[in-house]
């Protein structure tokens, strides 16, 4: 970074620390005609950050939140990076917990291109009600060179009354000149003292002139003593 010449805008805010642990972090750096934004909110037992960086002519945009109330954790982070492309990457993390429970909520956006347009989205919910666990993971990636990239990744498990519930999502898409679009979404719920998990990953990958799409669902459900696990993957190469 110490090298980069012809600085045009540099933007740095780092802050801030709210009340009940509540942090946030936000980076902006642009070059050479590029413009950069980034955004973080953060409630209590939470932490965002939002990184966006652009040269060349290029855009890059990053948006970071989470909320963590009470017992619950949440993190959000947040990465754009353009090279005479658009960026766009999205990130959320809401974590609830009530009267002990606990619940935690990691999410993870990222979306670079260089020539292209990369969105990247991910989001990340847990519930956790009395003495039950929640646990949310989700994370999305996107990467494109003069092509078109899309991720989007989500992840939400709730439990209640001891229940226990993880859920874990990850989404990614590349391509080099061409269109690449993956999608995953996880769920899992317990209630009383069920145990559910869920775990969904999605791959696409295209090369030019090509498209790639890939989908992915999972769910997992258990009710009182029961247990549920849901596994699903899906890669879709095209070259």
């Given amino acids: 970074m110490n090298r980069v010449t012809n600085l045009s805008v540099v933007l740095a805010l780092s802050l801030v620390s709210a009340a009940q642990a509540g942090e946030v972090t936000a980076y902006s750096i642009a070059s050479n005609g590029g413009s950069a934004s980034s955004d973080a909110v953060a409630s209590g037992n939470a932490n965002a950050t939002a990184y966006s960086a652009a040269t060349n002519g290029g855009r890059a945009v990053s948006n970071s939140e989470a909320i ?35 619940s935690i909520a990691n999410s993870d956006s990222t979306a670079v291109t260089v020539g292209g347009v990369a969105i990247s989205n991910s989001l990340a919910e847990a519930d956790a009600r009395f003495n039950s666990h929640a646990d949310s993971r989700s994370s999305s990636l996107a990467l494109s060179r003069f092509g078109v990239a899309t991720s989007d990744s989500r992840a939400t498990s709730d439990g209640l009354f001891g229940g226990r519930a993880v859920a874990i999502s990850d989404s990614v898409a590349d391509t080099f000149g061409g269109v690449s679009d993956s999608s995953v979404r996880a769920h899992a719920g317990a209630r009383n003292f069920g145990s559910a998990s869920a775990n969904g990953l999605g791959v696409s990958v295209s090369g030019p ?10 769910i997992g459900r258990a009710e009182r003593f029961g247990r549920s696990r849901a596994n699903g993957v899906s890669v879709e190469i095209r070259r």
């Fill in 209 to 218: 002139r090509q498209r790639a799409v890939s989908r992915v669902t999972a």
């Fill in 68 to 102: 963590g109330r009470g017992w619950g954790i949440a993190n959000s982070n947040s990465v754009a990076i353009a090279d005479r492309g658009l960026a766009v990457s999205n990130s959320r993390a809401d974590a609830r917990g009530f009267w002990g429970g606990r």
